[in-house]
T-cell receptor, first 109, second 113 residues
Framework: KNEVEQSPQNLTAQEGEFITINCSYS?????LHWLQQHPGGGIVSLFM?????KKHGRLIATINIQEKHSSLHITASHPRDSAVYIC???????????WGAGTKLIIKP | SQTIHQWPATLVQPVGSPLSLECTVE??????LYWYRQAAGRGLQLLFY??????ISSEVPQNLSASRPQDRQFILSSKKLLLSDSGFYLC????????????FGPGTRLTVT
């Protein structure tokens, strides 16, 4: 079992829909990261969380430390949101990231 | 502000040829540096990380090597490329302490033919 599990693996939705991507982890962490990888390959860090909730534009990330679970939400989704969204955690034990497998999101116009 | 550079952006090399990918970071000192590889359709795989000049840790045994000749320079090398070395190579940096966020370079797409 992977230490960081994401669901779903693939998600296709219509423009305007509310999107939720989930991440569960099994290790103690110092921080959880949500990253976005566009088709060209470049990776951008969206959020780094250690508790609570963060919002940036139409993106919202939440984390429940007790349940070891985080969600990334996209409101009013748009085709330009199409990308792979990756969850990663910084474990307590060291400073390396443990990566989820990613969620491929396609937003259709 | 901090920036991270990688070059080249794309590279096509024949099997058995050498490789050198370079990554440099500006605007910070003593960063932790990372090399990742992403094979087609796969997730990110940590290859090497470095906490200081000359300090390299390898995560995956392979025909690749890394060096850190200067504080903000990280080089990924191979003496003889294999077909399986094809992929997208990403360099990343983070502060040596808190926060833990990693910042990624634009990546190098390597095709070994």
């Amino acid at each position: 079992k992977n230490e960081v599990e994401q669901s779903p693996q693939n998600l296709t939705a219509q423009e305007g829909e509310f999107i939720t991507i989930n991440c569960s982890y099994s290790v103690g962490i110092s921080a959880l990261h949500w990253l976005q990888q566009h088709p060209g390959g470049g990776i951008v860090s969206l959020f780094m969380l250690s508790s609570g909730k963060k919002k940036h534009g139409r993106l919202i990330a939440t984390i429940n430390i007790q349940e070891k679970h985080s969600s990334l939400h996209i409101t009013a989704s748009h085709p330009r949101d199409s990308a792979v969204y990756i969850c990663a955690v910084t474990p307590d034990s060291n400073y390396q990231l443990i990566w989820g497998a990613g969620t491929k999101l396609i937003i259709k116009p | 502000s901090q920036t991270i550079h990688q070059w080249p952006a794309t590279l096509v090399q024949p099997v058995g040829s050498p490789l050198s990918l370079e990554c440099t970071v500006e605007g910070t000192s003593n960063p932790n540096l990372y090399w990742y590889r992403q094979a087609a359709g796969r997730g990110l795989q940590l290859l090497f990380y470095s906490v200081g000049i000359g300090q390299i840790s390898s995560e995956v045994p392979q025909n690749l090597s890394a060096s850190r000749p200067q504080d903000r320079q990280f080089i990924l090398s191979s003496k003889k490329l294999l077909l399986s070395d094809s992929g997208f190579y990403l360099c990343a940096w983070r502060w040596s302490g808190i926060p833990y966020e990693q910042y990624f370079g634009p990546g190098t797409r390597l095709t070994v033919t």
